[in-house]
């Protein structure tokens, strides 16, 4: 199995080392796999899309404008 290095900041890092009980590498490989289960969703659905990137741009100023609107 290849392995990963990871940087952490120093703070998280200590809230870990206070539960060694945790198998912090099991729980990054789950926090990894859902990543990935959520970007194969996204793929697939891309892949099924048939709107263009400007289609895509258009959409997301009028929900931009819309979201505006109601906090106004």
């Known amino acids: 199995m290849p392995n990963m290095t990871l940087s952490l900041p120093e703070g998280l890092h200590r809230e870990m080392k206070a ?4 198998k912090w590498a099991e729980v990054a490989r789950t926090a990894f796999r859902t990543q990935l289960g959520k970007l194969e969703i996204y793929d697939r659905l891309l892949k099924l899309s048939k709107l263009t ?3 895509a741009v258009r ?3 009028e929900v931009r404008r819309a979201a505006a609107r109601r906090t106004k």
Do not use: F, N, T
């Open 19 to 22: 539960h060694p009980e945790i």
């Open 53 to 55: 990137k400007e289609d």
């Open 59 to 61: 959409l997301g100023r």
